[in-house]
């Protein structure tokens, strides 16, 4: 059999989708405009291809246009949502929650609010990775101003009750920010409905280009107002300046467009593909464990624990052959074990021995059966050479 590479860690970027690349090359040469100059049908054509991209990216998620605010990425939006909720409501309360699993993009914005005077509580999840609706309920305060609450992990594509997550913010009249980086293009997704007020999402985990992300701001019902975290021009209706990255956003907008187009068809076609991969793996292997909620998770994810084999050493045997992530995924230039399997209950030895295998657009069924055998005879081989396994 030829060797080939078998990319399998669409969870921590996606490739470019070819019909998005397409679109965007003419945005590099014959209409390089500005989208902000006036003067010359070049910065029309940008203009009118932001505006096209911008109401492609509002129909994915059922919303209004001029409710998208374009980003360079997920953590920029992430950053203006909680920071920019913070400045402009800190008089009516300074207090904040959130999770212990939510991406460093969030964790690492709220400890940096905390310095300037919040506070911020860290709910808990259970092990299967979700949070108790009643523990957030009785979390928030008459200072309480916001809830950050991811709607699928990165790590393990455990989904969050977001609906009822909603419900319970919007009652209590506390706004409701979600990280749906993992979530948008991959399954349906309506903030609107969801009671969502605010949401961060990213062109590159969903075929589109890297640089450039979004943030959903609610226009009414009620109007939410963020403070600029970047000023200079106005651009954005003033809520983040900077001349905007039109390739990017006109990619954005097609792989937004191709996503809604074929979402219902992918799911199907990846999950089916996941629980093959993890059949096989489970009957080929023992002392394997699944991180998570089985149930409630995305379609194209899978975190498995492998006891007594480390995932870097498991990892090595792969020649670079195949593109996985360990249990220390997103902090991988450390070696810290996940902060999120951690909070879901497992030792550290248990974090540095999941893998975490994410499936996409352009993975193939012939991908299944190398993917397994790889791993099998990797999780083998790092097993014989460790004492403890016996
Ligand atoms: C990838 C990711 C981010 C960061 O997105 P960028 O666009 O790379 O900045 C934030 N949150 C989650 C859940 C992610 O998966």
Redesign the pocket.
């Known amino acids: 059999m030829k060797n080939r590479m078998v990319y399998l860690d669409n ?1 921590a ?1 996606t490739p470019t989708d070819p019909r998005v690349v397409d679109k965007m090359l003419p945005y590099f040469y014959d209409q390089p405009g500005n989208a902000a100059s006036r003067t010359h049908a070049f910065g029309w054509q940008a203009e009118e291809a932001v505006g096209k991209a911008r109401q492609q990216v509002a129909e994915l998620l059922g919303v209004d246009k001029t409710e998208v605010v374009f980003t360079s ?4 939006a ?1 950053n203006l949502a909680i920071k920019g909720i913070y400045d402009t409501y800190k008089r009516k309360g300074q207090h904040l929650i959130t999770v212990k699993t939510e ?1 460093k ?2 964790l690492d914005t709220c400890q940096w609010l905390e310095e300037k005077g919040a506070e911020v509580t860290y709910l808990e999840v259970d092990k299967q990775g979700r949070i108790d609706l009643g523990e957030l309920e009785a979390a928030i305060r008459e200072d309480t101003i916001l809830v950050a609450i ?1 709607w699928a ?2 790590e393990t594509g455990v989904l969050q009750e977001v609906s009822a997550i909603g419900e319970i913010c919007t009652r209590k009249g506390v706004f409701f920010f979600c ?1 749906g ?2 979530a948008v293009g991959k399954i349906p997704v309506d903030p609107v409905a969801t009671g969502i007020h605010l949401m ?1 999402f ?1 062109a ?2 969903m075929y589109g280009p ?1 640089g450039v ?1 979004a943030l959903y701001v609610r226009r009414k019902n009620p109007p939410v107002k963020i403070t600029a975290q970047l000023l200079g021009g106005g651009h954005e209706r003033g809520r983040r300046s900077g001349t905007l990255n039109v390739p990017g956003i006109v990619g954005f907008g097609v792989a937004a467009a191709l996503a809604q187009a074929e979402m219902t068809e992918e799911m199907v076609r990846l999950s089916v593909w996941r629980d093959q991969l993890e059949r096989k793996l489970l009957e080929g292997l023992e002392k394997v464990s699944l991180n998570g909620s089985h149930e409630n998770r995305l379609p194209q994810i899978s975190s498995l624990c492998f006891e007594y084999a480390d995932a870097e050493d498991v990892m090595r045997t792969f020649n670079q052959e195949l593109a996985v992530s360990s249990g220390s995924a997103c902090t991988s230039a450390s070696l810290d074990p996940s902060h999120v399997l951690k909070a879901m209950g497992l030792t550290s030895d248990e974090a540095h021995a999941s893998l975490r295998l994410s499936f996409g657009r352009f993975n193939t069924e012939e991908d299944i059966d190398q993917v397994a055998e790889w791993i099998i005879r990797g999780v083998n081989s790092v097993r014989a050479a460790n004492p403890l396994w016996v």
């Open positions: 969870s970027t990425g997920a953590t920029e992430v991406h993009a969030v991811m992990n990165n990280d980086t993992q961060a990213s590159h985990k890297k992300g």
